[in-house]
């Protein structure tokens, strides 16, 4: 057949065996990696490009990662010109080489056919170490990115089919966890192996000419129909604001600000008036800022348009150099992908809760909770390490539909799994003694943000690095149309007795003590919505669940029920109740995003007791005695 025309049938079978293959790289990587944060939890993302570094196909992947790979695979070609053949394989995991942060390993490998470029395909993974200071593959409080760990710009691990076992070596060599980490970057190149085997068979069987003219089609479609949604949307500027906790050291409430600009078929989302970027590892690279931008626009729109190049195209992302949003080398990226990320995303959503309150979302939790363990094993001494993600908090709730608990962060938007409690003490010399759903911790609305988490571990036998930072603790997940917003959250230390807790920092690096315990308590998403539009059965099913208290069911729905497990409604108190809320409204509009100012959460004011602690300070392995 000719590729000058367009079959439908054609059309629909080859955008579908480019996900499927897309797939098949995915469950590679997944069952061969040898890491938890890898084979259990998914913290990677595989996808297709065209040889013109345009994303042609991803599926089950991360949306910080994919709205921006693009770039590498450019850096790529720019940095090796004519010597790009088949056989190669690039890594690359450097910030200011367009990768999102260090602790992201990408592989790419181009896919030849018959001699002509056709494809690369790219997989990124999130390394559990890469060579810091601290055993963590994100060092958080990094004054520069040669404190960050191993730096690898484009680099080749095999040239022409052959390995370059002396690049490979360097690299194993400065990782902690060298079998395991070479475990998994056999994971990565076997997915990406996979996906270059696949993409040859697709050209076989259809021809080099026909694939391509299929996957250029495939790029304009999904363009045809982003640009067909953005036109539904009011023209105009909306602005919004958000804040992240911390910068990991001594400023609170730092500033991100957005401008988002809807011009007849296109978005321009822009990111001036940021505060300047800080003397952590909490800055954004400009990789990640492009795919917070993006991302932010792109989950407002059907979600059945293809999330190709052709989608990402209508929108453009501003950061300005210097800022929080977008630092200057050699800053620090070392937390990119979630702080600022995750305030930076939710901006975005807030400004567009003024243009299409319909279709966007609430706030989702922030990267909180999820610590970065670290220690060696009674008996062998064998080092360990291990990121902790089942702390994390709760997702955002939607016009329609509740959130989520354990979304985690705005970077995967779900796309994160937990290992179990079953894996993780016996992996791992820890103990997970309680993992549950945080009552009252999520936002309130027509639909409820998905609950937060309350975990409590402690070491079995010796001590554990406990490294982490959190956020949305203090700045909560804001609620859209008169919903309220998640609660915040905070973590403590305590001895076994519980008696006397020691809240700490957003920010901590401490040696946990056997016979001590760390409790974690995440924020919920923020809710949609107003609260009395929400059926009175649910919010009883809420109570009855333990994710909604009687007095916070009364106080925001006007719900009144008895104390039974199986709790009824006492329909004259709650129809009285009901009324005296909408009385105290006093007929003012409901507020389009709450709240509207930082540190908003009174999680710890509320929780602490006159025999417990707060510790301004708990870095560089901090001994406390609990």
Same mark, same amino acid.
């Given at each position: 057949?000719?590729?000058?025309?367009?079959?439908?049938?054609?059309?629909?079978?080859?955008?579908?065996?480019?996900?499927?293959?897309?797939?098949?790289?995915?469950?590679?990587?997944?069952?061969?990696?040898?890491?938890?944060? $890898?084979?259990?939890?998914?913290?990677?993302?595989?996808?297709?490009?065209?040889?013109?570094?345009?994303?042609?196909?991803?599926?089950?992947?991360?949306?910080?990662?994919?709205?921006?790979?693009?770039?590498?695979?450019?850096?790529?070609?720019?940095?090796?010109?004519?010597?790009?053949?088949?056989?190669?394989?690039?890594?690359?995991?450097?910030?200011?080489?367009?990768?999102?942060?260090?602790?992201?390993?990408?592989?790419?490998?181009?896919?030849?056919?018959?001699?002509?470029?056709?494809?690369?395909?790219?997989?990124?993974?999130?390394?559990?170490?890469?060579?810091?200071?601290?055993?963590?593959?994100?060092?958080?409080?990094?004054?520069?990115?040669?404190?960050?760990? $191993?730096?690898?710009?484009?680099?080749?691990?095999?040239?022409?089919?052959?390995?370059?076992?002396?690049?490979?070596?360097?690299?194993?060599?400065? @990782?902690?966890?060298?079998?395991?980490?070479?475990?998994?970057?056999?994971?990565?190149?076997?997915?990406?192996?996979?996906?270059?085997?696949?993409?040859?068979?697709?050209?076989?069987?259809?021809?080099?000419?026909?694939?391509?003219?299929?996957?250029?089609?495939?790029?304009?479609?999904?363009?045809?129909?982003?640009?067909?949604?953005?036109?539904?949307?009011?023209?105009?500027?909306?602005?919004?604001?958000?804040?992240?906790?911390?910068?990991?050291?001594?400023?609170?409430?730092?500033?991100?600000? @957005?401008?988002?600009?809807?011009?007849?078929?296109?978005?321009?989302?822009?990111?001036?008036?940021?505060?300047?970027?800080?003397?952590?590892?909490?800055?954004?690279?400009?990789?990640?800022?492009?795919?917070?931008?993006?991302?932010?626009?792109?989950?407002?729109?059907?979600?059945?348009?293809?999330?190709?190049?052709?989608?990402?195209?209508?929108?453009?992302?501003?950061?300005?150099?210097?800022?929080?949003?977008?630092?200057?080398?050699?800053?620090?990226?070392?937390?990119?992908?979630?702080?600022?990320?995750?305030?930076?995303?939710?901006?975005?959503?807030?400004?567009?809760?003024?243009?299409?309150?319909?279709?966007?979302?609430?706030?989702?939790?922030?990267?909180?909770?999820?610590?970065?363990?670290?220690?060696?094993?009674?008996?062998?001494?064998?080092?360990?390490?291990? $990121?902790?993600?089942?702390?994390?908090?709760?997702?955002?709730?939607?016009?329609?539909?509740?959130?989520?608990?354990?979304?985690?962060?705005?970077?995967?938007?779900?796309?994160?799994?937990?290992?179990?409690?079953?894996?993780?003490?016996?992996?791992?010399?820890?103990?997970?003694?309680?993992?549950?759903?945080?009552?009252?911790?999520?936002?309130?609305?027509?639909?409820?943000?998905?609950?937060?988490?309350?975990?409590?571990?402690?070491?079995?036998?010796?001590?554990?690095?406990?490294?982490?930072?959190?956020?949305?603790?203090?700045?909560?997940?804001?609620?859209?149309?008169?919903?309220?917003?998640?609660?915040?959250?905070?973590?403590?230390?305590?001895? &076994? &007795?519980?008696?006397?807790?020691?809240?700490?920092?957003?920010?901590?690096?401490?040696?946990?003590?056997?016979?001590?315990?760390?409790?974690? @308590?995440?924020?919920?998403?923020?809710?949609?919505?107003?609260?009395?539009?929400?059926?009175?059965?649910?919010?009883?099913?809420?109570?009855?669940?333990?994710?909604?208290?009687?007095?916070?069911?009364?106080?925001?729905?006007?719900?009144?029920?008895?104390?039974?497990?199986?709790?009824?409604? &006492?329909?004259?108190?709650?129809?009285?109740?009901?009324?005296?809320?909408?009385?105290?409204?006093?007929?003012?509009?409901?507020?389009?995003?709450?709240?509207?100012?930082?540190?908003?959460?009174?999680?710890?004011?509320?929780?602490?007791?006159?025999?417990?602690?707060?510790?301004?300070?708990?870095?560089?392995?901090?001994?406390?005695?609990?």
């Amino acid at each position: 057949m000719t590729t000058s025309a367009t079959d439908p049938i054609t059309f629909s079978v080859i955008l579908n065996r480019l996900n499927s293959i897309a797939t098949e790289m995915t469950l590679a990587l997944e069952h061969a990696a040898m890491t938890p944060i $890898l084979a259990l939890c998914r913290d990677y993302s595989c996808c297709i490009y065209d040889r013109e570094a345009r994303q042609v196909a991803m599926v089950d992947a991360l949306p910080v990662h994919t709205s921006s790979m693009h770039l590498i695979i450019e850096e790529i070609t720019r940095v090796f010109g004519d010597d790009l053949g088949e056989g190669d394989v690039i890594a690359c995991n450097h910030a200011y080489s367009y990768n999102t942060h260090v602790g992201d390993l990408v592989t790419v490998c181009p896919v030849f056919h018959e001699g002509r470029h056709m494809f690369w395909a790219a997989s990124k993974g999130h390394q559990l170490d890469v060579g810091a200071a601290v055993p963590a593959s994100v060092h958080e409080w990094a004054p520069d990115i040669w404190s960050e760990g $191993l730096q690898l710009p484009p680099i080749k691990l095999y040239h022409r089919g052959e390995p370059r076992r002396d690049v490979i070596n360097m690299y194993l060599t400065n @990782v902690r966890y060298r079998d395991l980490l070479e475990g998994d970057l056999m994971a990565q190149l076997g997915s990406i192996w996979t996906g270059e085997r696949r993409l040859k068979e697709l050209c076989d069987e259809f021809g080099s000419d026909t694939v391509e003219h299929y996957s250029h089609a495939a790029l304009d479609y999904a363009e045809k129909r982003t640009r067909a949604a953005i036109r539904e949307m009011p023209n105009g500027v909306y602005e919004a604001e958000g804040w992240m906790d911390t910068d990991g050291l001594d400023a609170h409430d730092v500033h991100v600000k @957005v401008r988002v600009t809807i011009e007849d078929e296109s978005v321009h989302v822009d990111f001036s008036g940021s505060a300047p970027q800080v003397p952590t590892g909490h800055n954004c690279s400009y990789a990640v800022a492009q795919a917070v931008g993006i991302a932010g626009v792109v989950t407002a729109i059907d979600p059945d348009i293809p999330h190709n190049e052709g989608c990402l195209r209508c929108v453009t992302v501003y950061a300005p150099e210097g800022t929080v949003c977008n630092a200057s080398y050699p800053a620090s990226t070392a937390s990119a992908t979630t702080q600022p990320a995750d305030a930076m995303h939710d901006a975005v959503c807030k400004a567009l809760a003024q243009a299409i309150p319909g279709q966007t979302r609430a706030g989702c939790s922030h990267w909180s909770n999820v610590p970065n363990l670290a220690g060696t094993r009674p008996g062998s001494g064998e080092p360990w390490g291990h $990121l902790c993600l089942n702390g994390g908090g709760g997702g955002p709730a939607a016009n329609g539909a509740d959130g989520w608990p354990l979304v985690i962060t705005n970077a995967a938007l779900g796309g994160l799994k937990t290992a179990s409690v079953e894996d993780t003490e016996q992996l791992y010399p820890v103990r997970i003694g309680r993992w549950e759903v945080a009552t009252d911790s999520a936002g309130l609305g027509r639909w409820i943000g998905g609950p937060g988490i309350e975990l409590e571990m402690w070491p079995t036998h010796t001590p554990i690095e406990w490294i982490h930072t959190n956020d949305s603790l203090v700045n909560p997940p804001h609620g859209v149309l008169g919903a309220t917003p998640g609660r915040g959250g905070g973590h403590y230390l305590t001895a &076994d &007795d519980g008696e006397r807790r020691h809240f700490l920092p957003r920010a901590v690096h401490v040696a946990m003590q056997p016979g001590q315990r760390w409790t974690g @308590v995440s924020t919920g998403g923020g809710g949609y919505g107003d609260p009395l539009d929400r059926p009175l059965e649910q919010v009883r099913a809420d109570v009855r669940d333990g994710v909604v208290s009687r007095e916070r069911a009364r106080e925001v729905y006007g719900l009144m029920v008895d104390e039974a497990l199986d709790p009824q409604i &006492d329909e004259q108190a709650t129809a009285a109740a009901r009324t005296e809320i909408r009385a105290a409204r006093s007929g003012e509009p409901l507020p389009t995003v709450t709240p509207t100012h930082p540190s908003a959460s009174t999680w710890q004011r509320d929780e602490i007791r006159p025999q417990d602690t707060v510790i301004a300070r708990a870095l560089g392995a901090a001994r406390i005695d609990a």
